[in-house]
């Protein structure tokens, strides 16, 4: 079974925002066995970019946008 240890902080005292650490090469493995080099993953990153760069795509201030998409 592989581990991944995460790290997460606080940038500012009272702030919305945090750091994440992982280490890398525990998170490539970790990748890879969730299949995230899978050609097909890999396609849909390519095609998200592409979204992106056209302007098919939305920001969002938070997780509960989704929620009132639905």
Do not use: C, Y
Not at 41 to 57: C, M, P, Q, V, Y
């Amino acid at each position: 079974m592989r581990s991944l240890t995460v790290t997460v902080q606080p940038i500012v005292a009272r702030s919305r925002k945090i750091r994440i650490e992982v280490d890398a090469d525990k998170f490539e493995r970790l990748a890879a066995d969730f299949g995230l080099f899978n050609p097909d993953f890999l396609r849909s990153l390519d095609r998200a970019e592409k979204d992106a760069r056209t302007g098919r795509i939305k920001k969002m201030a938070s997780l509960r946008d989704l929620k009132r998409k639905h």
